[in-house]
C-alpha cells in the first residue's frame, strides 16, 4: 500500500475508482483507512498531490481515528467476546456438536453460539468470522426487508425490493429503480437505529438529494433521526463483525 508523509507522520492510503463518485474525493474511515476516491473515467493519477491539498484535514482525521482505534472492540472470535444484536450485548460461546453438519453461529437468549462438529482448535479465525458474518446475514434476511415493508406502508412510500449486503461504508443506499440496500451489520443497532436508516433510505426514494427538502421529509417520518443520526456517529464504527 503506498504512503504518504506529512512530517514526522507517515500514512498508508489507498485509491478506488467509484461509478457513483461525481468528484475526486479524500476519506478516511475505520474500515478502509485512507482513500482517494477518483469517479470512472477520471484520470487516477498524482493522488500525493490531492493528499497534500488536503493535509489539514488528513492528519485531523488520522489523529481522531487513530485515538478511536484504541477503543474499538478486538475480533478474536473467542469465549467471552461480545457481539449486539439488535442493540442488546450476547457472549460469544463455543460448543463442541458432534451431530452439527459444519460450523455454524446462531442466536441463543443472550448467547452468540458457535457450534462445531470437530474439534474447536481446528475452527481457524476466518471460518469462525464467516460463520458469525452468515448468522448475522440470516437475521437481516429475516428482520430488515420485513421491517421496510412496514415502515414504507406506515408512511406511503413505494419500493421495488430490498437487499442485504455487508456493504463496507454505507449503512443503507438505494437505487433509482426502487431497490434498497441495507447493511447486514444493521442487526447488531438498536431497532430505533435500524428504523432511521431505512427511513432515510425510502425518503431518497422521493429525493435523491440531502437537500432541507430532504430533511424536512425524513422528520416528518422520523422526529427523533437527529438522535440516531449522532449514535451511528458516535457508535458505527463499534459495530464490527
Known amino acids: 500500500m503506498p504512503e504518504?508523509?506529512?512530517?514526522?507522520?507517515?500514512?498508508?492510503?489507498?485509491?478506488?475508482?467509484?461509478?457513483?463518485?461525481?468528484?475526486?474525493?479524500v476519506r478516511y474511515s475505520q474500515r478502509d483507512g485512507l482513500e482517494v476516491?477518483?469517479?470512472?473515467?477520471?484520470?487516477?493519477s498524482a493522488p500525493e498531490a490531492?493528499?497534500?491539498?488536503?493535509?489539514?484535514?488528513?492528519?485531523?482525521?488520522?489523529?481522531?481515528?487513530?485515538?478511536?482505534a484504541e477503543r474499538l472492540p478486538t475480533r478474536n472470535y473467542e469465549a467471552g467476546d461480545v457481539f449486539y444484536v439488535l442493540g442488546k450485548p450476547h457472549a460469544f460461546k463455543l460448543l463442541m456438536a458432534p451431530e452439527?453438519?459444519?460450523i455454524k453461529v446462531e442466536v441463543r437468549d443472550a448467547s452468540l453460539v458457535l457450534s462445531s462438529p470437530d474439534s474447536l482448535d481446528a475452527?481457524?479465525?476466518?471460518?469462525?468470522?464467516?460463520?458469525?458474518?452468515?448468522?448475522?446475514?440470516a437475521l437481516a434476511v429475516d428482520?430488515?426487508?420485513?421491517?421496510?415493508?412496514?415502515?414504507?406502508?406506515?408512511?406511503?412510500f413505494r419500493f421495488a425490493r430490498v437487499r442485504v449486503k455487508n456493504q463496507k461504508t454505507r449503512w443503507g443506499s438505494c437505487s433509482s429503480r426502487g431497490n434498497i440496500n441495507?447493511?447486514?451489520?444493521?442487526?447488531?443497532?438498536?431497532?430505533?437505529?435500524?428504523?432511521?436508516?431505512?427511513?432515510?433510505?425510502?425518503?431518497?426514494l422521493r429525493v435523491l438529494n440531502h437537500s432541507p427538502a430532504f430533511w424536512a421529509l425524513v422528520e416528518s417520518c422520523s422526529p427523533n433521526f437527529r438522535?440516531?443520526?449522532?449514535?451511528?456517529?458516535?457508535?458505527?464504527?463499534?459495530?464490527?463483525?
Not at 504518504?4 to 474525493?25: D, L, P, W
Not at 428482520?143 to 408512511?155: C, E, I, K, T, W
Open 123 to 137: 475452527v481457524d479465525l476466518a471460518a469462525r468470522r464467516q460463520a458469525v458474518e452468515a448468522c448475522y446475514r
Open 50 to 68: 490531492i493528499l497534500a491539498e488536503k493535509s489539514d484535514w488528513v492528519l485531523a482525521n488520522y489523529k481522531r481515528f487513530r485515538d478511536e
Open 182 to 204: 441495507l447493511n447486514l451489520r444493521l442487526m447488531m443497532a438498536p431497532a430505533g437505529a435500524i428504523d432511521y436508516v431505512i427511513v432515510h433510505e425510502l425518503c431518497h
Open 227 to 241: 438522535h440516531w443520526r449522532s449514535w451511528f456517529k458516535r457508535n458505527g464504527a463499534r459495530l464490527i463483525l
Open 143 to 156: 428482520y430488515l426487508p420485513a421491517r421496510v415493508s412496514v415502515l414504507a406502508a406506515a408512511y406511503g
Open 4 to 25: 504518504v508523509e506529512f512530517g514526522e507522520i507517515t500514512v498508508a492510503y489507498s485509491v478506488r475508482v467509484s461509478k457513483r463518485a461525481k468528484r475526486i474525493s
Open 37 to 44: 476516491v477518483y469517479p470512472l473515467g477520471v484520470d487516477s
Open 100 to 102: 452439527t453438519k459444519g
